[in-house]
């Protein structure tokens, strides 16, 4: 897993960020907006936070490695793309996508580039990313996960597998609702792909669906600060209670940050690069900032 890492000449945070990308992206989505103004990260560094950015294992800056990681899948979809970034039907509620919608548009060829295939094993890509993660903590020490959209499962198996190097997580858009199906798998336990370890053993998948709530407990999730933001013209918005209720029975201390509360309209899925990156990432820094970090 390949690892960039920033820090302010003066680190006036506890502990370190590492931020998560989504999907089949890479790390680089944190660095700048989608028309080359500072990103999230940059953001991150500025209000006083080391700051750590991964590309998860076999996209962006991390080789895919078949024999490592499996075969690979296909490559993802251009209409995938502009569906879930820049979909036409809420065009008049995006304004803070002030680019290019159709295909073809620089923009959104300049996204799409970036996007690699996903191994075709969707469990196995999410064990390696926690596994990746762990190793990671392990070195850097106690800090709070930053995750986007699919890079979610990653955060939640990493705090299962260590529990005590994870301060909170902040859960950006993260791939939902609980037991759902997209073309590249399916959320089988609930938020992952991949087994984590509840309270009740379950021998199937199946048998999580079908658990009551007060059998969802995750041991390692017990009073851990969750975070689930979303944006106001996105349709992640939609399942984010869902989303809540489920961490919520796992254990954790589970919030919702919506920010159109906040003020902060005219967002969709990709508000980590959206022209204004600037204030939707104001509601996280301060979010975390209560956590003491």
Known sequence: ???????????????PLVLVHGGGGQGSEWLTTVDGKPGWAAHFVAA????????????????????????MGSVFPYEAAVGLFAPPARAAE???????????????????????PLPTDLAASQELDA?????????????????????????WLATDR?????????????????FATFPIGSLDWGLTTAPITFARRFERPDDVRDARPADL????????????????ASPFRDWAPATVDFLGA??????WVD???????????????????????????????????
């Open 131 to 155: 596994a990746r993660l762990v190793s990671l903590l392990e070195r850097i020490g106690p800090s709070v996960l930053v995750t986007h959209s699919a890079g979610g499962p990653a955060g």
């Open 94 to 116: 995006q304004t803070q996508w002030p680019f290019g919608r159709e295909s073809g548009s620089p923009e959104l060829d300049h996204l799409v580039a970036g996007f690699g």
């Open 250 to 255: 796992a254990g954790a201390k589970a919030t």
């Open 217 to 232: 407990s995750i041991p390692s999730f017990t009073d851990k600060p969750v975070a689930v933001f979303t944006a106001s």
């Open 48 to 71: 006083g936070f080391a700051t750590y950015v991964v590309d998860r294992p076999g996209l962006g800056r991390s080789p895919y490695h078949p024999e490592l990681i499996g075969p």
């Open 1 to 15: 897993m390949y690892v960039e890492w920033e820090a302010p000449e003066v680190v006036s945070r506890p502990h």
């Open 259 to 293: 920010l159109q509360e906040s003020g902060i309209v005219g967002n969709g899925h990709g508000l980590i690069f959206e022209a204004n990156a600037h204030e939707t990432v104001r509601p996280v820094i301060d979010w975390i900032t209560e956590l003491g970090s």
């Open 162 to 178: 260590t529990p005590t190097n994870v301060v909170g997580v902040a859960a950006i858009e993260p791939m939902g609702p609980p």
